[in-house]
Every structure is written in C-alpha cells, then in structure tokens.
Nanobody, 116 residues
Framework: QLQASGGGLVQAGGSLRLSCKAS????????MAWFRQAPGKEREFVGK????????FDAESVKGRFSISRDNAKNTVYLQMNNLKPDDTAVYYC???????????WGQGTLVTVSS
C-alpha cells in the first residue's frame, strides 16, 4: 500500500512537500514516480526516481521547481515543490514500478491547490 500525503492549499510562489510512504512492502529496489491530474485533464507524469537515485522529470513545466528524493530507511519518497503556480493545482499520485517497468502500485492521491 502506498500512502500519499502533504497536499493542501498554498498561495502561488509557495512550497509543499509531498510524501509517499509504503507499508507492507519495500520500495528500495523500485523506481518511484509522481503523477498528477488536474481537473478536467488527463493524468500527467511528473517525474520519477530510480532505485539507484537517478531523477527524471518529464513535465517541462515543473523542471527547476520540483525535485524528488527517497529515504529507503523510511520506505518513503518525497516530491518537493517550490515556486508553485496555479497550474500546478491537481491531485498528485505516487506510483511504484514493478520489475516490468509498469506502474503497478498506486497511492490514493493527495490534493494540491495553488491560489493566485
């Protein structure tokens, strides 16, 4: 089970750190990713961190503002979001990749609302 938390209401320019904690299994050997889905839009891949710590961001809009980290001892992955913009408003989901590279495990999502 993946439990995402840390969402909330923040003003534009503010910061939030989302957490994704796994329970019942370990994530240390897995790539972990963050996705987001804004109202009325399709789910968007934000970025991921591999088991070896390589970080990849796919969404051009978040590069330079978001960062991903992991603490394997706590079985937790983080998404640090800085300089938030209203367009970042979305439900953020964490996901764990299986050995086939597919994201087989998903958290329940945490809502981030950025006010202008």
């Amino acid at each position: 089970q993946l439990q995402a938390s840390g969402g909330g209401l923040v003003q534009a320019g503010g910061s939030l750190r989302l957490s994704c904690k796994a329970s019942g299994h370990t994530v240390s050997a897995s790539a972990m990713a963050w996705f987001r889905q804004a109202p009325g839009k399709e789910r968007e891949f934000v970025g991921k961190i591999t088991a070896s710590g390589i970080k990849i961001f796919d969404a051009e809009s978040v590069k330079g503002r978001f960062s991903i980290s992991r603490d394997n001892a706590k079985n937790t992955v983080y998404l640090q979001m800085n300089n938030l913009k209203p367009d970042d408003t979305a439900v953020y989901y964490c996901a764990q990749a299986g050995s086939d590279g597919q994201y087989n495990y998903w958290g329940q999502g945490t809502l981030v609302t950025v006010s202008s």
